[in-house]
């Protein structure tokens, strides 16, 4: 597995590198994962330190895990604890996924927009409806049945995942509703 161990505007010293490296082998060895790599980044916001961790598996899938913690070394065990818990409850699931599709999850590219947020003042009437564009990037979209589109959403910590339906060949949508369910749009 190829390790990414980063900081923003933080050193990041060998030995929490090589302590990274371990303890996230192991939890993903715990749940028999196939890791291509992952992505550990440190960062400071006022008193705490804030670890985001990225783990892509072979099959497409995404698992996500964010923490905070006034030390850095608890930042990173918190966040570690947080992908345990996501993988134990997805187990059972993933490895269903990879019965099912012997190859990995298949992606669309898209695009995808920044729009410019609208100013704080309410008088104001925006001169036109025309939306300002502050940045243009690709995306992928990935191929996937509805039950694997929430599973994918809840491991990545998403609050959206757009996604094309495999049984219906069209681009579809799920959320987190605000009552804590999920909603699916379906066009």
């Known amino acids: 597995m190829r390790y990414q161990i980063t900081g923003k505007h933080i050193d990041i010293g060998e030995a929490l590198q090589t302590h990274v490296r371990n303890e996230l082998g192991e939890v993903l060895e715990k749940y028999g994962q196939r890791p291509t790599d992952g992505t550990v980044i440190f960062s400071k916001d006022a008193h705490e330190y804030v670890c985001e961790v990225v783990v892509h598996l072979s099959s497409g899938l995404n698992a996500a895990a964010k923490a905070r913690a006034t030390e850095i070394y608890a930042a990173f065990d918190e966040c570690g604890e947080k992908m345990d818990k996501q993988l134990r409850r997805y187990k059972r699931r993933l490895k269903d996924h990879h019965k099912d599709r012997p190859d990995p999850v298949e992606h669309l590219m898209g695009s995808s927009y920044i729009l410019a947020g609208e100013p704080d003042s309410h ?34 910590g998403a609050p959206v995942l757009v996604f094309r339906n495999e049984k219906k060949d069209g681009v579809n949508v799920v959320y987190r509703r605000d009552d804590g369910n999920i909603g699916w749009i379906d066009p």
């Open 123 to 156: 008088d104001d009437e925006p001169d036109s409806l025309q939306p300002m564009i502050v940045a243009e990037m690709e995306t992928k979209i990935p191929s996937l049945s509805v039950g694997e589109a929430v599973m994918q959403m809840e491991l990545a």
